[in-house]
């Protein structure tokens, strides 16, 4: 294959104790170790964007805000996203929530994964972000990882706090079923879009 996809993995927490880097760092490692696709980490610390205040969205109006501007440049480099999911209230963090409101061309005909973590393994905020991935014009996986119930406790600082690797038997299956359709739909939207264009 001439051109490889370029995979974002976008963690999806900010605060100053999330957990979300454990879950990144795992999936980040099993992406790379793939030979179908390239892949970044995106911190959205390093994206410090002003809550949504353009005029509209850019599908309609250029944004003015240069932090807006530089994120829709970052997106606008990839085939394909991996977003590290924490459910907050049964929905998708309020930071995450505001970087995918900040673009709307940079998204629209690529496919994104994820991977969630929580009491029910953020499977109600996965969810959410499939809703808002319809509206940008985005593809979901099928499949994606969701570490919750004991393995969430067992890995949690505030349960076990054990390394990941000892629950990892549990989400290498979804893990490998999630990458694989990314990689499929990516390759698939891929060429589509340069045949758009
Ligand atoms: C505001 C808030 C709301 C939360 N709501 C949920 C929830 O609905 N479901 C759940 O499983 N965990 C919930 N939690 C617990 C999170 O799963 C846990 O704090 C996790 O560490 C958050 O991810 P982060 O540390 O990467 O930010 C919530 C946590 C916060 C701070």
Do not use: C
């Not at 001439?2 to 454990?22: E, H, N, Q, V, W």
């Not at 850019?58 to 994120?71: F, G, L, T």
């Not at 505001?98 to 998204?107: G, H, R, S």
Request: charged share 20%; net charge negative.
């Amino acid at each position: 294959m001439a051109t490889k996809p370029r995979i974002a993995l976008i963690i999806g927490s900010t605060r100053p104790t999330r957990f979300a880097d454990k879950p990144a760092q795992w999936m980040l490692k099993q992406a790379q170790a793939r030979e179908d696709i390239e892949v970044e980490l995106i911190d959205l610390r390093d994206h410090p964007l002003p809550f949504f205040d353009e005029l509209a969205s850019n599908m309609w109006v250029p944004s003015q805000n240069p932090e807006a501007i530089r994120w829709q440049q970052t997106i606008a480099r990839f085939d394909g996203f991996i977003f590290v999911v924490a459910e907050y209230n049964h929905s998708i963090t309020g930071v995450l929530k505001n970087a995918l409101d900040q673009a709307y061309k940079e998204w629209g005909r690529k496919p994104f994964t994820a991977i969630g973590y929580g009491g029910t393994g953020a499977a109600r905020a996965v969810e959410h972000l499939r809703g808002i991935g319809v509206e940008l014009q985005m593809v979901s996986t099928h499949a994606a990882v969701h570490i919750g119930g004991g393995d969430f406790m067992a890995v949690f600082p505030m349960g076990g706090n054990k390394p990941i690797e000892d629950i990892e038997a549990n989400l290498l299956p979804a893990a490998k079923t999630a990458l694989d359709e990314l990689v499929w739909w990516a390759n698939a939207t891929l060429a589509a879009r340069a045949k758009d264009a």
